[in-house]
């Protein structure tokens, strides 16, 4: 991770604006909330876990794919593991959540939902971020699904 962070400041450095404005680089707290997405499962975790959470923690919040690719890129060279994020978006939504957003909606007298590669992309990340006691602040284009999402995850969480 620290390796990670030398690699991504150095980018920085060098006139790049990974994660412009007063956070404008890879920050300890950053290493810090990476570690404890792994600290609960510390004896099952591998190290495509720790590529994978370090690629949601700090790339899936950069605001542009030139960023967001070096961030997987640099974890990549580092972890020497390949981050298959779609795969791992699909995956993940099957087992935890579909049920949840095939039924909720209904429930809560919402129109059915259809479970887009974007929709399922948000709520991985969202629920990652609940189980993990984090802030989520949620950034898209009007209906894209932000309300309902939090409608769906109101019940539940």
């Not at 390796?3 to 950053?30: N, W």
């Not at 923690?57 to 981050?83: C, G, H, M, Y």
Request: charged share 25%; hydrophobic share 40%.
């Amino acid at each position: 991770m620290v390796r990670v962070m030398e690699q991504l400041q150095i980018y920085r450095s060098q006139g790049q604006h990974l994660f412009s404005g007063k956070d404008s680089t890879i920050t300890v707290r950053d290493l810090l909330k990476w570690a404890s997405r792994l600290s609960d499962q510390c004896a099952t975790s591998s190290v495509e876990d720790l590529a994978r959470e370090g690629f949601f923690v700090l790339a899936e919040r950069a605001r542009n794919e030139q960023d967001k690719r070096f961030i997987r890129e640099t974890i990549e060279r580092v972890t020497k593991v390949k981050i298959d994020v779609k795969a791992y978006y699909e995956a993940y939504f099957e087992e935890h959540l579909s049920k949840a957003f095939s039924e909720i909606p209904q429930m809560l007298a919402l129109p059915r939902l259809i479970p887009s590669q974007q929709l399922k992309r948000l709520a991985v990340l969202v629920h990652k971020c609940l189980l993990n006691r984090e802030p989520v602040l949620l950034v898209g284009e009007t209906g894209c699904g932000k309300t309902t999402l939090c409608q769906v995850f109101s019940v539940i969480n």
